[in-house]
């Protein structure tokens, strides 16, 4: 069946550092592909999204490519900031399924 | 921009009680869900509902009921809470745009049963 795998976390940058956090799907057919962030305290939030091979996802400075080839959806940002830390989930869904296949989130935590 | 609420951000129940979780989403969306979120564990699904009336058992049904009598509402319901039923519960609906699903989440119920 359709699975997403991430990085355990926690991640624990300083402030300003690159961030990559690594995620990887199984899947049929060609899924989308999100990255949801949570807050302590809070709800998901959608961060990013890519519909297709080779489309970039992009919002509040984060990045992320589909790449069918490796099956990766890795999310990166060049400086990150102390309000960035939150808890990160990788996501796919199908046309065919009103479900979304979860990752298990990777904690980030940022130090000024 | 879609709105989600939930109807507590905290609640705290005794073992036994019948417990009721309201969301409401603004957005006429048609699928809505329901999760549980606990440390370790992720993001699981306990139910979703893919019109009014309708309802599918996601992954963690057991001691979960939902109700769904107009669109806009879904209501997770705990017969008899339990202690092991202490986590954070989360909703979402879901919209179909430009071939694909996107969900959107209220901002979650920390329940405790003590």
């Known amino acids: 069946g359709d699975s997403v795998t991430q990085m355990e976390g926690p991640v624990t940058l300083s402030e300003e550092a690159f961030l990559t956090i690594n995620c990887t799907y199984t899947a049929t057919g060609y899924p989308s592909l999100f990255w949801y962030v949570q807050y302590p305290g809070e709800g998901l939030q959608l961060l990013l999204k890519a519909t297709k091979a080779d489309d970039k996802g992009s919002n509040k400075g984060f990045e992320a490519t589909y790449r069918k080839e490796t099956t990766s959806f890795h999310l990166e940002k060049g400086s990150v900031q102390v309000s960035d830390s939150a808890v990160y989930f990788c996501?796919?869904?199908?046309?065919?399924?009103?479900?979304?296949?979860w990752g298990a989130g990777t904690k980030l935590i940022i130090k000024p | 921009d879609v709105k989600v609420t939930q109807s507590s951000r905290y609640l705290v129940k005794r073992t036994g009680e019948k417990v009721f979780l309201e969301c409401v989403q603004d957005?006429?969306?048609?699928?809505m869900f329901w999760y549980r979120q606990d440390p370790g564990l992720g993001l699981r699904l306990i139910y979703f509902s893919y019109d009014v009336k309708m309802k599918e058992k996601g992954d963690i049904p057991e001691g979960y009921s939902v109700s769904r009598e107009k669109k806009e509402r879904f209501s997770l319901i705990l017969e008899s809470a339990s202690t092991n039923q202490t986590s954070m519960y989360l909703c979402a609906s879901s919209l179909w745009t430009g071939g694909r699903y996107e969900q959107y989440f209220g901002p979650g119920t920390r329940l405790t049963v003590t």
């Open positions: 996501a796919l869904s199908r046309s065919d399924n009103y479900q979304l296949i």
């Open positions: 957005m006429d969306h048609e699928n």
